[in-house]
Structure formats: structure tokens, C-alpha cells
């Protein structure tokens, strides 16, 4: 089968494979079973090198240029734009794409039917909560779906994937998309798009605000539907100008939306009722506060446009319990909560955590990697019943706090970068001690940190394990 690109079936020619983690390990895996002529580079030799190489492929080692020959390059999304690998091959007019957009020209279907929709999910925050419960709802609507992407599994892994019977193993694919994925990207045409919000992130790969946010509504350009939450300025915008426009609010739903009406999740948006569709009870969902409530109606937005009935919309949702490191209780100590949202790792996504807790104890910091955090302490400042800062620009987040909450009492733990403590789980429980001391029964102690974790933590993952076994420490 050959789509409209003319790629699906067709050899691509010599392609170059930049970065081989796992989506480039994963492209120049499916590449080679192609028959395509696959060379690679990297930086440093990874352990599937061996694996790749005897499979066919040829290793170029780290490059700054590519080599005469090459028809076209896969990037890894952690390759800037401005490397210059790419940004030589770009000027020799070698197209650079990413293994997302690779996957979407090698889309297959069986014989005489259509390659599997993607139902695609972007934003600053919320992108894997959301992706992660549109997979939920739309298995409970009977469809052989997987969420994909940025999320889990690479995309040109589960697009080419079969059953027993040689047919393709999905028929519905909920897509997690970042916004250096959807830079490298230019015909994926996913069936319902959603751009959840855009806040400050990222700007150091992109170069600006708007060069980020341009990245994120490439996603929206060839899409029939468009989804946004109507609470975000930026989404919203981008959506407004869209031929099929339908936004989500946490507060009684228009005619095209999706919102909350007496406390249940209601559609106004695909309902043939002009009144609208209960989907769940928002006491139902497993994952609270509101940012979550609008990731379910963004999820929810989605599988109506895949024609998932509304009964299993409520299904879907109210099994759905969220991923890791997400927002979630690891446990009670004396009457305090502890909570990790170690994947909150920039103001906007620390700010929807904050919110749901009436009266915290915040543990933020790390690499804020350029990020304003004064309008996010201003807002939070009622809500802090103290503060514990760790991580290489805690003293940038300590300032804020004097500025807009000087009689909330903070602890700075030295860490990462001053030589007084350099292992992770070290710093954790001593943190999670500090923070002990702060509160009293009653308080949630949050791990929220507002900024990435590589200056400590091996990841966001690492981060939020290290707090879980501080917190079962104290016993």
C-alpha cells in the first residue's frame, strides 16, 4: 500500500539515523526490516550498536556533517535544531524529520482498509495524563487502541506492528506528541488534534516563546477537529482559528464544548442532544484537582470524535488512575500527605498541582532551564504552609518566595552543584526531613518542583522514587 507521500512501501534511500536512544533505535530497527540502507551516529557508542550493526547498519560514529550520499536523516528529538549535523544537512537540502513524522509515511493498513487513526495530544503539561486516559476510554469503547509517542512506545513501532493473522495490531492510536517531535514533523495528520495549554518551557531548544509555541500548533494544521482547553489563552487561540474548533472548560459548556454541569463531565460539543451528554460523574475519577478534570474532557473531546459512546467515556475515565510520579499519594505520616508531582518539572504544570491542596508544604527546585517563576509563588503564596528548596536555581525560586511570601518559613538544601551533598537520594531525605519539621496533620507535603531534576536526579522518575522512599522511611 502507498499512501499520498509515497512512502509507506517504496525504499527511502540511505538514511541517516541521528541519536540512537530509544525512538532512534527503534526507527533504524524497523528501517533495516524495510530493506533500507541504514547508517548511524551518535555521540557515543550505545549498547545497541552491536544489535544494529549486525542487522545491517553502518556505523559512522559522532559526526558534524553529514556524509555525501545520505537521501535523508531521522532525528533523535533531544538534537537541536541548531546542531551542526542537522543544520548542515538542512542547508544541503537533505530533509531532516523525526521518528513521528517517519512513522506517519510508514503507516500500513491490511487490504482495503485505512491505516489506524492517531488522536494526538500536545502541551506544555498534561500531555501523558490525557494521552494515557484517551487509551482508557477508548479500549473501554472496544477499540484495539495503545497510547503512543512521547508517552511510551515509538510510534514507528506500533504503526508497523501485526497480529497473529498478519493485520495490523491496532486500530486506534492515542498519540503523546512534544513539541521538539512536532518541530521535525510535516504531514502527520492526526484525526482530532489537542493542544492542552502552552506556557513557558522549552524555549532554550526553540530558540523563543514563539518559535515553542508555533511547534505545538503544527499539530493542528492538517487536523479535521481541533481541541483546547478554553482556559488557556494560548491553546485556546490557536484553536479559535481552526475550521472545527471545540474547547473544554471546568464550568457549564457552551454549544461546542465540553465542561462540568452539577458536579458530572457533560459534552455539548458531539451530542445530538442540544443539551448535552453526561459522560462521568467527576466524583467518579480517580485523579483529582482540576487540571485534571480538563485533562478528562480533553481525553473525552477525542473519543467522541473516534465515535466512542458515552457510557463507555464514563467507563474509561472512572478506571483510569493515573501514571507515576504524576500527582500521586505515596503515603500519611502522622496526619500529613505526601504527594509526588516530580513530572512537574516547570512552573505552569507546578501551579495545577498546587492548586488542589488547600494548605502545602512545597518542595521545588532544580533547573528552571530560563523560567519565570514570579507569577506562579505570587499565586501560590496563600496556600504555603512552607517551603524546602533543593537543586541548582533554588536560590531564584528563594528570592520570589521573600518577594511574594516572606513569613511562609523555608529551608534551603544544599545540593548538586556546591559539592555539600551530590547524591540524589541523600538530598531527598534530607528534604523530605526538612519538610517534617514544616508541617503539621492536616498539610500535604508536595513534591512540585517547578523544574527539571538532571542537576540532582538522574530524571523526573528518579526524583520521584527518591521521595516515595524517604516518605516510607519515617516509617
Not at 509517542?149 to 493485520?167: M, Y
Not at 544544599?414 to 528534604?431: F, L, Q, Y
Request: glycine share 10%; with cysteine; aromatic share 4%.
Amino acid at each position: 500500500m502507498t499512501h499520498a507521500n509515497g512512502t509507506a512501501d517504496r525504499p527511502l534511500g540511505t538514511v541517516l539515523v541521528a541519536g540512537l536512544g530509544v525512538s532512534g533505535a527503534a526507527a533504524a530497527r524497523v528501517l533495516l526490516a524495510r530493506g533500507d540502507d541504514v547508517w548511524l551516529t551518535d555521540a557515543t557508542e550505545p549498547a545497541v550498536l552491536t544489535e544494529l550493526v549486525e542487522a545491517g547498519a553502518r556505523w559512522l560514529g559522532a559526526l558534524s556533517e553529514p556524509p555525501e550520499g545520505i537521501d535523508l536523516v531521522v532525528t533523535s528529538p533531544g538534537w537541536r535544531p541548531d546542531s551542526p549535523l542537522l543544520r548542515t544537512a538542512a542547508a544541503r537540502g537533505v530533509e531532516v524529520i523525526g521518528e513521528p513524522e517517519l512513522a506517519w509515511r510508514l503507516r500500513a493498513a491490511a487490504p482495503g482498509a485505512e491505516p489506524a487513526p492517531w488522536f494526538a495530544v500536545t502541551g506544555t503539561n498534561g500531555k501523558t495524563t490525557t494521552v494515557t486516559m484517551l487509551e482508557a476510554v477508548l479500549l473501554a469503547g472496544g477499540r484495539r487502541a495503545v497510547a503512543a509517542g512521547n508517552v511510551g512506545r515509538p510510534l514507528v513501532e506500533v504503526v508497523t506492528a501485526r497480529d497473529a493473522d498478519g493485520a495490523p495490531a491496532h486500530d486506534a492510536i492515542a498519540v503523546e506528541l512534544s513539541s521538539f517531535q512536532l518541530h521535525w514533523s510535516s504531514s502527520i495528520a492526526p484525526a482530532a488534534a489537542c493542544v492542552l495549554n502552552v506556557a513557558d518551557d522549552h524555549v532554550d531548544w526553540h530558540g523563543s516563546f514563539d518559535a515553542y509555541r508555533d511547534a505545538k500548533a503544527r499539530l493542528l494544521r492538517l487536523a479535521p477537529v481541533a481541541v483546547a482547553d478554553a482556559g488557556d489563552p494560548v491553546a485556546s487561540a490557536l484553536v479559535a482559528a481552526h475550521r472545527h474548533p471545540v474547547t473544554v472548560t471546568l464550568g457549564e459548556p457552551a454549544r461546542g464544548q465540553l465542561g462540568v454541569r452539577s458536579g458530572a463531565l457533560v459534552d455539548r460539543a458531539f451530542s445530538p442532544d442540544p443539551a448535552g451528554e453526561v459522560l462521568a460523574e467527576l466524583e467518579a475519577l480517580q485523579v483529582r484537582g482540576p487540571h485534571n478534570t480538563v485533562n478528562a474532557l480533553a481525553a473525552a473531546a477525542l473519543a467522541r470524535v473516534a465515535g466512542v459512546e458515552a457510557a463507555a467515556v464514563g467507563r474509561g475515565l472512572a478506571g483510569f488512575r493515573g501514571g507515576a510520579h504524576r500527582n500521586v499519594l505515596v503515603g500519611s505520616v502522622d496526619g500529613i500527605d505526601f504527594v509526588d508531582d516530580s513530572k512537574a518539572t516547570n512552573p505552569h504544570a507546578a501551579g495545577a498541582s498546587l492548586a488542589a491542596y488547600p494548605r502545602v508544604v512545597w518542595i521545588a527546585g532544580g533547573l528552571l532551564k530560563g523560567a519565570d517563576v514570579e507569577p506562579l509563588v505570587a499565586a501560590v503564596a496563600p496556600r504555603l504552609a512552607g517551603v524546602v528548596l533543593l537543586g541548582r536555581d533554588r536560590e531564584v525560586l528563594a528570592r520570589s518566595l521573600a518577594r511574594h511570601a516572606p513569613s511562609v518559613p523555608r529551608t534551603v538544601v544544599p545540593s548538586g552543584d556546591d559539592g555539600a551533598v551530590t547524591d540524589g537520594d541523600s538530598v531527598m531525605r534530607e528534604v523530605v526531613a526538612a519538610a517534617v519539621r514544616l508541617a503539621r496533620p492536616g498539610d500535604t507535603v508536595l513534591l512540585a518542583p517547578a523544574a527539571a531534576s538532571m542537576d540532582v536526579f538522574t530524571d523526573y522518575a528518579h526524583r520521584g522514587r527518591a521521595f516515595a522512599d524517604a516518605v516510607r522511611a519515617l516509617g
